[in-house]
């Protein structure tokens, strides 16, 4: 089946201008997280979602970033006024996630490389 | 707060050798343990978990790692290294907020000589 798919692929912006990215789930997964991969700096945990509870934004570097995810499935990340340290790799991933059957295994989209300039 | 700890950003070792890389935790509660691994232009995918149940759990292309609670460890190790397995190698943590939040570690790079 298909799998984490993410847009675009690549994105290059100038600084302060706003970015959408966009995260295609499993169909069927109830949770979906938001990564970012720095060079040397592994993956840094932004925002999860599950099912219809609250997200869980903690990761959130900034009020610049926010997240939504629409009817349980598809996800956007938007980061506003952006900065070149925002430049980095943003990894989507999902599970399928359920009260007393837990999977844990978390499926990785690509992820979107973001150069600000 | 919660934290993943890879010793060792890079580490080379000859083809037949043993692999062994690190991964220590901080966790007030028992967690969910997890490597993965990145191959060069690909994604991440899960190698191994430890949930709950046996310490000793085995992953695919023979990894395999040990949950030991009183280090707070998670290493993981292969017996014989092969060339395909030049990776990025991340450990992660779940399980500590009840919900699914996943700490990673900042990865380690593994190289084989032939």
């Known amino acids: 089946g298909a799998g984490v798919s993410q847009s675009p692929s690549n994105k290059v912006t100038e600084k302060g201008k706003d970015v959408e990215l966009r995260c295609d789930p499993i169909?069927?997964?109830?949770?979906l997280y938001w990564y970012r991969q720095s060079l040397g700096q592994g993956l840094e945990f932004l925002i999860y979602?599950?099912?219809?509870?609250?997200?869980?934004k903690s990761g959130l570097p900034s009020d610049r970033f926010s997240a939504e995810r629409t009817g349980g499935s598809v996800s956007t990340l938007t980061i506003q006024r952006t900065q070149q340290e925002d430049s980095a790799v943003y990894l989507c991933?999902?599970?399928?996630?359920?009260?007393?059957?837990?999977?844990?295994?978390?499926?990785f989209g690509p992820g979107t490389r973001l150069t600000v300039t | 707060a919660q934290s993943v700890t890879q010793l060792g950003s890079h580490v080379s070792v000859s083809e037949g050798a043993l692999v062994l890389l690190r991964c220590n935790y901080s966790?007030?509660?028992?967690?969910?343990l997890f490597w993965y691994v990145q191959y060069p232009n690909q994604g991440l995918q899960l190698l191994l978990k430890?949930?709950?149940?046996?310490?000793l759990v085995k992953g695919i292309n023979g990894f395999e790692a040990e949950f030991k609670k009183s280090e707070t460890s998670f290493h993981l190790t292969k017996p014989s290294a092969h060339m395909s397995d030049a990776a990025e190698y991340f450990c992660?943590?779940?399980?500590?907020?009840?919900?699914?939040?996943?700490?990673f570690g900042a990865g380690t790079r593994l190289f084989v000589k032939a």
């Open positions: 979602f599950q099912g219809n509870s609250a997200p869980d």
């Open positions: 430890y949930t709950t149940g046996a310490t």
């Open positions: 169909s069927g997964h109830t949770a």
């Open positions: 992660a943590v779940s399980g500590f907020t009840g919900g699914f939040k996943t700490i």
């Open positions: 966790s007030s509660v028992p967690p969910y």
């Open positions: 991933a999902s599970s399928k996630e359920r009260a007393g059957m837990s999977s844990y295994e978390q499926y």
